[in-house]
């Protein structure tokens, strides 16, 4: 238990001075390592499904931070649309990726 507490008090405090740098820093460049961080974070689950993904889902997986978050970061007006067409693409591969429509 106190392993457990000491992990957290510590992942709180990255939290925070990861948080807090933004207002030190220019906003893009806190974007930015978010960005990165969502790649990342992308690539970890990925790693830790493996077994249950296909290559197409892994793609798409890393593809979404890869692709969404320039728009969040960049281009703010279209992030939702982005984000939206994504996510409908991303479904309909799942599906045509399931019932093996798609060569």
């Known amino acids: 238990m106190l392993k457990r507490t000491i992990t957290g008090f510590f ?24 960005y990165l961080s969502a790649i990342v974070g992308a690539y970890e689950i990925t790693k830790a499904f493996s ?15 890869v692709v969404v978050m320039p728009f969040v970061t960049f281009l703010p007006k279209y992030a939702l649309q982005i984000a939206l067409l994504y996510s409908a693409v991303t479904v309909l591969v799942i599906i045509f990726d399931k019932t093996k429509l798609c060569p």
């Open 11 to 34: 992942i709180a405090l990255v939290t925070i001075a990861f948080f807090l740098g933004r207002i030190f820093i220019d906003y893009r460049i806190f974007d930015i390592l978010v």
């Open 51 to 65: 077994s249950r993904l296909t290559t197409m889902r892994k793609i798409l997986a890393i593809g979404f931070p």
